[in-house]
């Protein structure tokens, strides 16, 4: 069975910095390309950003390049999204997913249950 587990959310003051973490079990973790996306209230899921975890390929939205990193462990079958200089407009609860393509959330097959993130002004 195929599991993405995030942690790391929180309540953070704009300027400030938190890391993310989806730990994925129940697949090889090298097969399938991991994203992270977003749904504020009353707004779409968008895409943040995704990493191929073969050959570490990465994507970013525009709204977070050069603020997010994204990262994979594969020893431990963990992606993190490092995320700095963050902005009250970043509040969302964040999702991780797998077996998809780029920041495309409807090709996602696998999800995660989301964590909070509130950026407070």
């Known amino acids: 069975e195929v599991q993405l587990v995030e942690s790391g959310g929180g309540l953070v003051q704009a300027g400030g910095s938190l890391r993310l973490s989806c730990a994925a079990s129940?697949?090889?973790?090298?097969?399938?390309?991991i994203g992270w996306f977003r749904q504020a209230p009353g707004k779409e899921r968008e895409g943040v950003s995704c990493?191929?975890?073969?050959?570490?390929?990465?994507y970013y939205a525009d709204s977070v390049k050069g603020r997010f990193t994204i990262s994979s462990d594969n020893a431990k079958n963990t992606v993190y999204l490092q995320m700095n200089s963050l902005k009250p407009e970043d509040t969302a609860v964040y999702y991780c997913?797998?077996?998809?393509?780029?920041?495309?959330?409807?090709?996602?097959?696998?999800w995660g249950q989301g964590t909070q993130v509130t950026v407070s002004s």
């Open positions: 997913a797998a077996d998809g393509f780029g920041l495309l959330p409807k090709t996602y097959d696998y």
């Open positions: 129940g697949f090889t973790f090298d097969d399938y390309a």
């Open positions: 990493i191929s975890s073969s050959d570490g390929s990465t």
